[in-house]
Structure formats: C-alpha cells, structure tokens
C-alpha cells in the first residue's frame, strides 16, 4: 500500500469515526431539540390552575401538578414514555386531577411549591395540602408507586378528617 493510500484510508476511517461518535454523543439529547412538545396523549390535562383546584374540591380528587418546560429533554422523555403508558393513563385520569404546568409561564406557583428541578410532578389534596411529590424522571413503576402511596395518605387524611 502506497503512502497516498495509507493516508487516505486513515482520513476516511477517522472522519467515519468521527461522524459515527458524534451521532452516538448527540442521540442522549434528541429530545432537547426544539420539537413540539408531546405531551402525554389520554390524560385529561388542564392548564388552568385554578379551575383545576375548583374541579379538585369538587369531585374530592387530589390535583397531579407536573411541570415542565419546552426545552427539559427529560420533561418529554417523561411524557413520551411514562405518562403515555395507557395503564398510567388509565390510572391518573381516574385517580387524580392532571395539571400540566410550564415553569418559566408559572415561577410563581413553582416557588410556592418549591420545584427546583424539573420535571417535578407535585400532587396536592383539594385543599393543598403537599401529599408527594416526584423529582426528575422516573420510569412508570417509580412513578406509579409515588402516585399510589400519595393516594393512600390522602385517603388516610379524609379518614381521620371524618373521625
């Protein structure tokens, strides 16, 4: 093999390597492309905190607060698998008052709630008091048992409020 082909075939072979290492780098972060954001299809979601709260008191459910934002990879990673997985749907829906909330349109309500990362689901009674909250991803399991567990306190709480 000539020198000019050696030099070649190295070139080609780096630049190959290259190009294959960047894609493999840049997939963890196809999710933080500006992309319209997916929200998790099914789930009842409302954008309105406070008639979220008035429906809340009304059909005695606890609210589902989960924040977001369009530039939060992990954020679409979360709705594209975990809250799009029809059992959780399911679940959520006849559980709980889902609430999707952006934190740089509700910093307020983040503050008071003390989101410092996202996603963050929150989940509140009706009369808000904090019954759990999830911090960062979590896989449907992680995320249904928190889910569970904060439904089991609030029914504990509305016992020893009938008592």
């Not at 008191?57 to 975990?82: I, R, S």
Request: glycine letters at 4%; proline letters at 4%.
């Amino acid at each position: 093999m000539t020198y000019r082909k050696k030099t070649f075939t190295f070139l080609f072979v780096s630049l190959l390597v290259g190009f294959v290492g960047f894609k493999l780098m840049a997939a963890p972060f196809s999710f933080h492309r500006k992309q319209t954001p997916k929200i998790a299809k099914g789930l009842k979601w409302r954008s309105d905190l406070n008639a979220a709260h008035r429906e809340s008191l009304k059909t005695n459910k606890p609210m589902l607060l989960v924040f977001h934002a369009d530039w939060c990879g992990y954020c679409k990673k979360l709705e594209a698998t975990t809250l799009s997985e029809t059992s959780m749907v399911k679940y959520i829906n006849s559980s709980f008052i889902p609430v999707h909330l952006d934190l740089d349109k509700q910093p307020k309500v983040a503050r008071i709630l003390e989101v410092k990362s996202i996603p963050c689901s929150v989940v509140l009674s009706p009369d808000a008091d904090l019954l759990g909250k999830v911090v960062g991803f979590a896989d449907s399991k992680q995320y249904r048992k928190t889910l569970e567990n904060t439904k089991r306190l609030y029914e504990l709480l509305q016992e020893q409020h009938a008592q």
